[in-house]
């Protein structure tokens, strides 16, 4: 017995110091780069993948203890993808801790009420935190990687302040835009009023896109969408100038001439009754609601007062001079 204790001292001491000499290791700060470094673990990566990662990125960290130091802890298979950032004094036991929790960095991007998808993207691919995977795709080929139902994305996207962890693919946040617009529509579409102009939600979307670029007051918007729908039920023209220029993309300067008003497009609702073809915009929530709830008003028409806010009026008569008020007469 003295003697298997004999034996076995000093491989027990051995054992201790190894164990004191890594605990000590992992809690003295790492070498880097720079300050802060930022760094990715990409989805599926176990940990000797993650640490060939963090010490790409410049994180001096020694794989061999790092990998014992989650063993001995229990984390070498609880790692978690995303992106992270250290910095100055972070140690092997923080940086491992910070792995296991998953402590990712996160961005954010802001996607306005009332742009268009092309707005969108350039939005995105402006975004260095932001992987641009649909850069060089069609926005059909963006449709058939998300496997959405839709035969184009214009105004499916739902306009919010998206939080992602940095170096997300650009598909899945506009995945995600699209996911929220089809619940938001949805919850919308089941609680309209009755006697509406539309067949289908997706006629209410087109709706509540016009309605959100000829809105400049909050307060407006019901009323506006009021003016629209009485035009769609007696089948009058909807007159609406943003639906023309979405029609002319590339070919408006920012001038909408009386010859672009007589020039057909399919979404030019001068010369064609009836909603566009598709939304001209991502409409907001307020816009969404407005289409599915209009005032309860008999105007036909609206005319800016160059405040931000509209007159409106229930004959062609009233309209005029209120054109000739707040327009033609600079007042």
Do not use: C
């Amino acid at each position: 017995m003295r003697l298997l204790l004999k034996l076995l001292l000093p491989l027990l001491l051995l054992l201790a110091a190894a164990a004191g000499g890594l605990w000590w290791w992992a809690g003295q700060p790492l070498a880097l780069r720079t300050q802060p470094v930022d760094f990715h673990i990409a989805n599926g990566s176990g940990l000797r993948a993650a640490i060939t990662q963090i010490r790409a990125a410049g994180v001096a960290v020694e794989p061999s203890l790092l990998l014992l130091l989650a063993r001995v802890s229990g984390a070498e298979t609880g790692i978690k993808a995303g992106s992270y950032s250290v910095g100055e004094g972070v140690t092997p036991r923080q940086l491992l801790d910070k792995l296991v929790r998953g402590k990712v960095t996160q961005g954010d991007i802001t996607l306005v009420e009332g742009w268009t998808l092309r707005q969108w993207r350039a939005r995105l691919a402006a975004n260095p935190d932001v992987n641009g995977d649909s850069r060089d795709l069609s926005d059909d080929e963006i449709i058939r990687r998300l496997g959405a139902q839709h035969a184009n994305l214009e105004g499916w996207l739902f306009p919010d302040t998206y939080l992602f962890d940095k170096h997300s693919s650009d598909l899945d946040l506009i995945a995600r835009a699209l996911r929220a617009m089809e619940k938001r529509l949805a919850e919308a579409w089941a609680g309209r009023a009755e006697g509406l102009p539309y067949n289908t939600p997706y006629e209410a979307l087109i709706m509540a896109s016009i309605i959100e670029k000829e809105t400049g007051r909050e307060a407006d918007r019901e009323r506006i969408a009021a003016v629209f729908t009485n035009r769609l039920r007696l089948g009058m023209p909807l007159q609406t100038d943003p639906t023309v220029i979405y029609g002319l993309k590339d070919a408006f300067d920012g001038n909408l001439k009386k010859r672009h008003l007589q020039t057909d497009t399919p979404y030019n609702t001068y010369t064609r009754r009836g909603l566009p073809p598709t939304p001209i915009a991502m409409p907001g929530l307020a816009s969404l609601q407005a289409a599915l709830h209009p005032a309860s008003s008999s105007a036909l028409y609206f005319v800016a007062r160059g405040d931000g806010s509209s007159q409106f009026s229930n004959t062609l008569e009233e309209h005029n001079r209120a054109v000739n008020r707040y327009q033609r007469s600079g007042k």
